[in-house]
């Protein structure tokens, strides 16, 4: 008969640094059931938003979150632009592009820093985060700050580009494509990633269809949904790209789709920064009349949906904000369950959850056993462990 | 705005279960239903026409409170919105999560912030408040008053 023991990891995320707590049930190594609390750091900006006037809501929104923060300003904006009915200028549907495809590859390659640094491969962690880095110069140029950007707002864009700064954005990508190109062939060819994270952490199809997964969490389980094509926004539909699916749902999978939309992500960007046209930047919406409506965009973790209602007043009624991770969250159920716990490090990672930074760790030890603790380092020890031994095989 | 293909479809298709259909924008179509109707039409859209659950709303007005589904047409190009008005004060429902898993955070979540109750949910537990929160206090409601108004 196996013992099975309770481990809880929390209520701070093990690997984000970010509040959330899971209780792990295992039997010797094995998960088998486990359980997510969430909500530690809720602030409240749905209710905040509503003492928000519409020129106020797009800075409040944007700091929902630091990394998808062009993405959660623009689902609003467009929802409040589909109550007033009136065109947005094309250029300002361009620059919207252009900041949120920036986003993408400085969150894509966030992402596969840590997801690399978490099994213990900090090369990965130093390339990525190399070259994520001019992509943050680049934002800063353009919209004067590395993240809260502030350039969308209800009718267009706040802030236009000067010729200078595109060209700018061109020769970025120009440059930043080889080396992303280079870490992500040096990602999918590595034998030891290939040992490390196939078959671990897998979603199936169905169990990301039951949880309406969103975002790579879901195109890495077959599932094609991408907002930016499914119901196109600023000029997606203006430009050529694909949307990139696997079938696999593994982490190295999820893994792959992240690399080769970078890469979508850089083709965007030099065509909008190429094929922008001119003339104004901004509706000038002087009133927004009484009504509702739903936006939603495609951040860099999945579909980012607002519902906004409208009284008729300077201030909207109701915001309700369903960001990417509250979707993808509970698919960790899905994915835990029969894994070692050595696994369960890169699998919670995988997802890319993002809720509000706290750097902070809580270590809580099970009162029950008294026994067995878990804090952040055991589980990145755990995991780095399970690469080098497999490194050796190789070597050997 | 002319209503699209879609929304001809669901008005056929739902008869008069839909007390009204608008669709304010290309991408948005809002049904008002009756609130015993949701958890039919629900299993519809999700099992027979494999619509994509979004979330649910739940506003504040005057007498009741207004719940939206939000269901993602991914196909076509859309979003609908199921809406309906449960009654204050005991604002009460029919749960979807026996049919859609996905839902079961976000109608703690609207149980936690707004005080309505899904029947059947398998666990309505709290979920966004904390332990030692007041019973029938809910934040998101528009009499809610804060504790400490310049926190």
Aim: charged share 25%.
């Amino acid at each position: 008969m196996s013992h099975r023991t309770l481990i809880p990891i929390g209520p701070y995320h093990p690997l984000q640094e970010e509040a959330e707590f899971f209780q792990l049930y295992v039997e010797g190594e094995t998960v088998v059931d486990m359980d997510v609390r969430i909500s530690y750091n809720h602030r409240g900006i749905e209710k905040l938003c509503e003492s928000k006037t519409w020129d106020q809501l797009t800075f409040a929104v944007e700091r929902v979150c630091g990394i998808c923060s062009a993405s959660h300003p623009l689902a609003s904006v467009q929802a409040v632009e589909a109550i007033v009915g009136e065109p947005i200028p094309e250029r300002a549907l361009y620059l919207r592009t252009i900041v949120n495809e920036l986003e993408r590859i400085h969150s894509h390659m966030l992402w596969l820093g840590l997801a690399g640094h978490f099994i213990g491969y900090n090369t990965v962690f130093m390339w990525a985060w190399r070259y994520r880095e001019p992509i943050l110069d680049l934002l800063e140029l353009v919209t004067g700050s590395r993240i809260n950007y502030a350039n969308v707002k209800v009718g267009g864009v706040r802030m236009d580009m000067t010729p200078e700064q595109l060209a700018a954005v061109q020769k970025g990508m120009d440059e930043v494509k080889g080396p992303i190109e280079m870490l992500t062939k040096a990602v999918l060819d590595d034998p030891v990633l290939h040992a490390r994270l196939k078959g671990v952490g897998v979603l199936k199809k169905e169990d990301a269809r039951k949880l309406a997964c969103v975002g790579p969490n879901a195109r890495a389980s077959g599932i094609p949904h991408d907002t930016r094509r499914t119901d196109p926004y600023a000029a997606y539909d203006r430009v050529d790209w694909n949307v990139i699916v696997r079938e696999e749902g593994d982490v190295f999978s999820k893994a792959v789709v992240r690399c080769l939309e970078a890469l979508e992500s850089i083709k965007i960007v030099k065509q909008a920064a190429r094929d922008i046209p001119g003339g104004p930047i901004d509706a000038d919406f002087r009133e927004i009349p009484e009504g509702e409506a739903c936006g939603h965009v495609e951040a860099p973790r999945g579909e980012t949906f607002h519902y906004i209602r409208s009284d008729g007043t300077n201030r909207p009624y109701r915001l309700k904000i369903r960001a990417p991770s509250y979707v993808n969250v509970p698919s960790f159920k899905a994915t835990c369950i029969g894994q070692p716990i050595s696994d369960v490090c890169i699998t919670l990672a995988a997802v890319d959850p993002c809720y509000s930074c706290t750097e902070r760790m809580a270590v809580v030890v099970d009162a029950a056993s008294g026994k067995r603790t878990m804090n952040f380092e055991d589980l990145v020890r755990l995991s780095r462990e399970k690469t080098r031994k497999l490194l050796r095989n190789f070597k050997g | 705005m002319s209503e699209t293909e879609l929304a001809g479809e669901l008005r056929t298709m739902l008869g008069e279960a839909a007390l009204e259909i608008r669709q304010p924008a290309r991408n948005n179509i809002f049904i008002t239903v009756k609130p015993e109707d949701v958890h039919g039409i629900v299993k519809t859209l999700w099992e027979g026409r494999g619509a994509r659950f979004a979330t649910v709303t739940g506003v504040d007005v005057t007498g009741g409170i207004e719940l939206l589904y939000h269901f993602v047409f991914d196909e076509r190009h859309a979003i609908v919105t199921l809406k309906t008005r449960v009654a204050k004060p005991f604002p009460e429902i029919e749960s979807i999560t026996p049919i859609i898993p996905a839902a079961e955070w976000i109608e703690r979540e609207v149980h936690d912030l707004l005080g309505v109750k899904f029947r059947n949910h398998p666990r309505l537990e709290r979920l966004i408040l904390s332990d030692d929160w007041p019973d029938g206090v809910y934040p998101l409601r528009k009499d809610y008053e804060p504790k400490d108004p310049n926190a």
